[in-house]
């Protein structure tokens, strides 16, 4: 369990003389909450997490308006910034706030999800480059060094009618996903599991995230994101539901083999990632198969979807006589 301490420091009125507390060793990440189609006039939620990656305790003041830590940066493809909100710009340069003192032990995360719309506002379609600066002492105060996260890419497409952005977003998904159950992520792999033993390929990619499991090799990530246009990427989505259910090509081949029998090793997750560990046996005319399957999970709509796995040779079992 992560330990978060909240210092008592809470509904506190900060001024510009407070005196720097935080030590260096915190560091910053940010990824979409939810994988969507998005337009200019969408809410496109962030998901922040701040870590401790050092020995010792760290701590950061955290505004209850997260504009006073985060500064989101947007660029496009050519460069261009788009710069913050009016609001936010305002309300940075206010030199009193509410905040809280986070302390975090060795190893803990803090997370929280921001709406990136109320910092950014785009109003033209394209491809857009994300980061976000996160202050520890907060915007106003001066001679610190902010937190700079990773980069996340961020498609707009161009506005449409109603009526066919319902299709498009009909299309992003599954049309059985009407169908799915909010299950833990160790009933998502056994769905999953079961699915195959059966031979029903429609339950058995219910759970799946088919885009994040082709982009899980870098160089087709690389490739889909940089060379494909939208119809390119659906294509290329529908060739691989279809050599996976072939058997076709080496890549993700131990994905679709049916197990003789399995068993869930171990299940870890937090609200949006998990962890399944399982163990597949294959069976064979003097020797039973053994491969341990580490299963990963995000939580998206409320829904848990596999989205990787790692597969482990184990030795091999003698059976029969």
Do not use: C
């Not at 955290?62 to 909100?85: I, K, Q």
């Not at 994040?212 to 119809?231: G, H, I, N, T, V």
């Not at 076709?248 to 679709?256: E, I, K, N, Q, V």
């Amino acid at each position: 369990m992560l330990r978060k301490r909240l210092l008592p420091l809470l509904l506190t009125v900060f001024s510009l003389s407070a005196p720097a507390l935080f030590a260096q060793g915190l560091s910053v990440s940010i990824r979409l909450f939810n994988e969507d189609i998005y337009f200019p006039d969408s809410v496109i939620e962030i998901y922040v997490t701040i870590q401790n990656e050092t020995s010792s305790t760290q701590r950061f003041r955290l505004a209850d308006d997260r504009n006073h830590n985060l500064v989101f940066e947007a660029r496009t493809e050519g460069g261009t910034f788009l710069g913050p909100d009016r609001k936010v710009t305002t309300e940075a340069r206010l030199n009193q706030v509410y905040y809280r003192t986070v302390s975090l032990d060795s190893g803990d995360r803090f997370s929280f999800v921001e709406r990136l719309t109320d910092y950014v506002s785009f109003d033209d379609p394209g491809l857009y480059a994300l980061s976000v600066s996160f202050f520890p002492e907060m915007v106003m105060v001066q001679n610190q060094t902010p937190l700079r996260s990773n980069t996340i890419p961020i498609t707009i497409r161009p506005g449409e009618t109603p009526e066919r952005r319902a299709e498009q977003q009909f299309q992003a998904i599954a049309v059985t996903e009407l169908q799915r159950q909010q299950l833990a992520p160790d009933d998502t792999v056994r769905y999953m599991l079961e699915a195959r033993r059966q031979s029903n390929w429609d339950q058995f990619f219910l759970y799946l995230n088919l885009e994040k499991l082709y982009r899980q090799a870098p160089e087709r990530d690389r490739s889909f994101r940089r060379e494909m246009s939208e119809e390119e990427q659906r294509q290329t989505l529908d060739r691989y539901r279809e050599e996976l259910i072939a058997g076709a090509g080496p890549r993700d081949s131990s994905l679709t083999p049916v197990p003789d029998s399995y068993e869930i090793i171990r299940t870890t997750y937090t609200a949006v990632e998990g962890t399944v560990v399982a163990e597949l046996r294959f069976d064979f005319d003097r020797y039973r198969e053994r491969r341990r399957y580490q299963y990963f999970l995000e939580r998206r709509n409320g829904f848990w979807e596999i989205i990787g796995y790692d597969v482990t040779n184990l030795p091999n079992e003698a059976i029969g006589s």
